[in-house]
């Protein structure tokens, strides 16, 4: 059974007074600036250069510094700058201007697992992995609640890694939700086989098929786009309210039977072999390598892919009807 920790596990108290360097202050830097800060942490963000983030920072009542600036003051450094670009930042700002003895901490273990970063001795690296997107982890912790998290330590020179990485998994909101502890391992390893086969990459997909195989039989694409794609919502939150049998009980039988045979075939042992093969792939550290190739290039291919998305039959039809669709959103 894995170690689950709550809010009666954690307490602020080993970082109180300690100077937290958030670098970054996009979907997950804002988040975690706004709720420590909130939560009564001292923290200081450290940005490359004044763009659209320090714009952003400034406007939640945040004054910004620059990276290194933020870095030689600080007691705790996080990294909440994208996956691809923290070795650099580390090499060139922050590892030469940092204090020894400095905590390093990580949303993702992508950079230590894949040793792309590799810390000093002398330094406490631990990790707090929140599951799920950065302006959910801020509107959840406003509205009291928070967003589950993981929590990893790599060095424990301290000996009280795992009490400081609790400490933000509290002040970020995760503990009201649910905090377990894993290894920097085992977090890479599901978060990117979890975002390819289903978060991101197989639910993306699965509705783009869907919504084709509708339009090229003849149905009107804002039906089929309703159909396959904005219903969705309300199925994933039955599922997340209720669980899947939950789930069950909300929709018809017909839709019940039909999708317990229905479902079972399509998602079948040629899916789930392909879902297998990703998963190898990132154990094995050939996606890893695939993807730092990708993005020294300048990232080609994920820029047209996006813009083959953003062109789509759907994406055309979805705004057209988001507004819409929007509007029946109730407002809390
Ligand atoms: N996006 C998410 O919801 C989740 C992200 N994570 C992890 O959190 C970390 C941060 O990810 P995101 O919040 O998605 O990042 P992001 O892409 O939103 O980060 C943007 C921030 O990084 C700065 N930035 C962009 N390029 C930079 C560069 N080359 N050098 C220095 N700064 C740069 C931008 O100015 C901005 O402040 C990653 O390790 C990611 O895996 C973990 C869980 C979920
Ligand atoms: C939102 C999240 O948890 C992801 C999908 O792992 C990510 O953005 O990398
Ligand atoms: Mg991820
Ligand atoms: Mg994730």
Do not use: C
């Not at 909130?38 to 763009?51: A, C, H, Q």
């Not at 899947?244 to 999708?259: E, F, H, L, N, R």
């Amino acid at each position: 059974m894995a170690k689950i920790y709550t809010e009666k596990d954690a307490d602020l108290s080993p970082l109180l007074g300690k100077k937290i360097a958030v670098l970054g202050y996009g979907s997950q830097g804002r988040a975690w600036a706004l709720n420590l800060r909130d939560s009564g942490m001292n923290i200081i963000v450290g940005l490359e250069r004044k763009g659209e983030s320090w714009k952003r920072a400034e406007q939640d009542g945040i004054f910004p510094q620059l990276t290194e600036d933020a870095v030689r003051e600080a007691d705790v450094i996080i990294f909440l700058i994208p996956d691809m670009a923290q070795r650099t930042v580390y090499l060139e700002k922050v590892k030469p201007i940092m204090k020894s003895g400095v905590d390093l901490v990580f949303a993702h273990g992508f950079n230590i697992h894949y040793k792309l970063i590799e810390p000093p001795l002398t330094s406490d690296v631990y990790m707090i992995a929140p599951k799920g997107p950065g302006p959910t982890v801020r509107e959840y912790y406003m509205r009291g609640g928070g967003v589950p998290a993981l929590v990893a330590v790599h060095q424990d020179v301290s000996g009280s890694a795992l009490k400081k990485a609790l400490a933000i998994a509290k002040g970020i909101g995760a503990t009201r939700a649910g905090v377990i502890e894993t290894t920097f391992k085992e977090e890479t390893e599901t978060d990117l086989i979890g975002e390819q086969t289903v978060l991101v990459g197989g639910i993306s997909e699965l509705l783009r098929a869907a919504f084709t195989n509708l339009v090229e039989l003849g149905y009107q694409p804002e039906v089929s786009y309703f159909e396959a794609i904005n219903e969705m919502k309300m199925i994933v939150d039955l599922i997340y309210e209720k669980g899947i049998t939950g789930m069950m009980t909300a929709v018809s039988d017909t839709a019940k039977y039909g999708g317990l045979t229905v479902g079972k075939k399509l998602i079948d042992d040629n899916v789930k072999r392909k879902m297998r093969e990703a998963a190898q792939r990132v154990r094995d550290g050939s996606f890893a390598n695939e993807w730092i190739e990708e993005y020294n290039k300048g990232m080609p291919t994920m820029k047209s892919m996006l813009e083959d998305l953003k062109n789509s039959k759907e994406e055309q039809v979805g705004a057209a009807l988001r507004e819409l669709a929007l509007r029946g959103k109730p407002k809390s």
